[in-house]
C-alpha cells in the first residue's frame, strides 16, 4: 500500500455509530419501527420526526462544501431535497430512474442480506423508514432515512457510483458466508468511507462520511491515514463501525469503480482469502 498525506497524530477516537457496511442484520432487533405508507404511498412523519430531519441536514450542508466531490453536490442539486420535511420515497426515486436507473426501496429497520444484496443487485437502494430521536441525534447504531437518503443518494445519480453499487449486490447474492466478509470492506472503504482525488484536492464521497459532520470534518484531516485505492488492499483491511476511521482509500476518479464492474472481483477477494488479513490500525475493541 502506497501512503498518501500525513501520518497519523495518535489512536482514534470513537465516534458516533451511524453507518453499517450491512444493515442488515435481521437477527438484531431494533427499538425503531419504519413508517408505513397509507393507501395513497404517503408517509405520515411527526412534526418532531420533521425537525429532526430539518436540524439534520441543515448542519451537514454547513460542512460539505468544500468537502464533498463535485458528483456527490452535483447529486444533492438534482435531489433537491426539501430542508422542512422528510422526503417521500418516491420523490428520491424520480430523480435517481432518471439520471441512472435507480430507486429508492422501503425496508424494515434492520434486513436479512439476501434482501439487502438482492435490492442493491436489482438497482434498489433499501431504505429504513424511519428518523433517528432527538435524544439519538448524534449516536445511532442503525441507518435511518437520513443517512441512507442524504449520505446515499445523491451519488447514485452518478453513473459508475451506481453501477458499482449494483456490481456490488450482484457479487454479493452469490457470495458465502466467508467470501461476503471480505467484500464487505470493499464496500465499507469505498461506498461508505471512500475518497476520491480532485483537481481542487481531496474530497469526500462515501455517505458514511457525508452523513456524519465529525468524520467530514476527520476524513480530510492530519489524524487519519489515506492510501491510494487498490482492490486486493481494501478488501485486506480490517475496520470498526464504533470509532472514527483510522485509514481510508483514495481514488484517482470515479472512474476506478466503473473499471472495478469489468473486472472478476470474486478473484479478487478469493486472493485477499489466502493473503490474509492486514494487521489493524485500532485497537482491540475492549481495550479502546
Not at 128 to 133: E, G, M, P, S, Y
Request: proline fraction near 8%; hydrophobic fraction near 35%.
Amino acid at each position: 500500500m502506497r501512503r498518501i498525506g500525513p501520518a497519523p497524530s495518535g489512536r482514534p477516537g470513537r465516534r458516533p455509530r451511524e453507518h453499517r457496511v450491512m444493515k442488515k442484520d435481521a437477527k438484531k432487533p431494533s427499538k425503531y419501527v419504519a413508517r408505513q405508507p397509507d393507501e395513497q404511498g404517503f408517509i405520515q412523519y411527526s412534526d418532531i420526526e420533521h425537525q429532526t430531519w430539518q436540524r439534520l441536514i441543515e448542519r451537514q450542508l454547513k460542512v460539505v462544501p468544500g468537502r464533498a466531490c463535485d458528483e456527490y453536490l452535483h447529486g444533492l442539486e438534482l435531489l433537491d431535497l426539501p430542508h422542512d420535511r422528510i422526503p417521500q420515497l418516491e420523490e428520491v426515486s424520480s430523480v435517481l430512474r432518471r439520471e441512472t436507473g435507480w430507486e429508492v426501496a422501503r425496508v424494515p429497520a434492520l434486513i436479512g442480506f439476501e434482501t439487502f444484496f438482492g435490492l442493491l443487485a436489482d438497482r434498489k437502494f433499501p431504505v429504513a423508514t424511519f428518523i433517528r430521536t432527538p435524544e439519538e441525534f448524534d449516536y445511532l447504531q442503525e441507518p435511518d432515512i437520513f443517512h441512507e437518503i442524504f449520505g446515499h443518494c445523491a451519488m447514485l445519480t452518478n453513473p459508475a457510483f451506481a453501477n458499482f453499487t449494483q456490481k456490488y449486490g450482484q457479487l454479493g447474492l452469490n457470495a458465502t458466508p466467508k467470501e461476503r466478509a471480505y467484500l464487505a470492506r470493499l464496500y465499507w472503504f469505498t461506498v461508505e468511507f471512500g475518497l476520491i482525488n480532485t483537481a481542487d484536492g481531496l474530497r469526500i464521497y462515501g455517505g458514511g462520511i457525508l452523513s456524519s459532520p465529525k468524520e467530514t470534518l476527520y476524513a480530510l484531516g492530519h489524524e487519519p491515514e489515506r492510501y491510494d485505492f487498490d482492490a486486493l488492499d481494501a478488501l485486506r483491511t480490517p475496520y470498526r463501525i464504533d470509532i472514527v476511521q483510522p485509514i481510508y482509500y483514495v481514488l484517482n476518479d470515479l472512474q476506478q469503480l466503473q473499471e472495478l464492474t469489468e473486472i472478476d472481483l470474486m478473484a479478487q477477494a478469493h486472493k485477499a482469502m489466502e493473503l490474509g488479513l492486514f494487521e489493524p490500525r485500532f485497537p482491540p475493541k475492549d481495550a479502546a
